[in-house]
């Protein structure tokens, strides 16, 4: 089955800085990239999400970038905030949904 | 706005028991996932579907069952709870398009402790 990676599985950043997470996928197959956050109790949200005829796509703080030839893709937040801080997923799906093992993002006031 | 609701909250069976995990959607969505969530281990895909009475299997099916009579319900069994599948119990639908490629919108988990 698909294969997704993602890293680091634990990131901590001062507020304002950026932070980024990294995910790797196998299937060649998978057009379409999500990310979802999760805070701490509550459920999976997407937050943004890239098909792959773009390589970018941005909204505010947040972006998503792709490399379908090296298949891998990330997600990057600039100026980050303590309400940030939550358990961020990846997923590649190709025909299912493989999510990553997620990222705990602590942003620190 | 969509919603996803789950039976219970929190839930605690007995090695053995039978145990049923309900999950209802109203936006009539036509795709319904079971995911168990494990730390270090993320989400994983235990079933879903993408119409009535269709169900496929997802990563790690074992040990369980799944039954959608209706296109609002999707229901996950444990036939015979055992302790490794204590976990958080997550559901979640997407509208039609392909089980890829729409947003899924998740219920709010149940917590299960099989002891």
């Known amino acids: 089955g698909e294969n997704v990676e993602q890293h680091p599985s634990t990131l901590s950043v001062q507020e304002g800085d950026s932070a980024v997470i990294k995910c790797t996928y196998s299937?060649?197959?998978?057009?379409?990239f999500p990310w979802y956050k999760q805070e701490l109790g509550k459920r999976p949200q997407l937050i943004i999400d890239?098909?792959?005829?773009?390589g970018e796509k941005k909204d505010q703080r947040i972006a998503v970038t792709l490399n379908k030839t090296a298949k891998h893709f990330s997600l990057h937040i600039t100026e980050t905030q303590p309400e940030d801080s939550a358990v961020y997923f990846c997923a590649a799906p190709g025909n299912q949904f493989y999510f990553g093992t997620g990222t705990s993002l602590t942003v620190i006031p | 706005d969509v919603k996803v609701t789950q039976s219970s909250r929190y839930l605690v069976k007995r090695t053995g028991e039978k145990v049923f995990l309900e999950c209802v959607q109203d936006m009539d969505h036509e795709n319904m996932f079971w995911y168990r969530q494990d730390p270090g281990l993320g989400l994983r895909l235990i079933y879903f579907?993408?119409?009535?009475?269709?169900?496929e299997k997802g990563d790690i099916p074992e040990g369980y069952s799944v039954s959608r009579e209706k296109k609002e319900r999707f229901s996950l069994i444990l036939e015979s709870a055992s302790t490794n599948q204590t976990s958080m119990y997550l559901c979640?639908?997407?509208?039609?398009?392909?089980?890829?490629?729409?947003?899924?919108?998740f219920g709010p988990g149940t917590r299960l402790t099989v002891l």
């Open positions: 979640a639908s997407s509208k039609q398009g392909g089980i890829s490629y729409n947003e899924q919108f």
């Open positions: 890239i098909r792959s005829n773009v």
């Open positions: 299937d060649s197959a998978s057009n379409y």
């Open positions: 579907s993408y119409d009535v009475k269709m169900k």
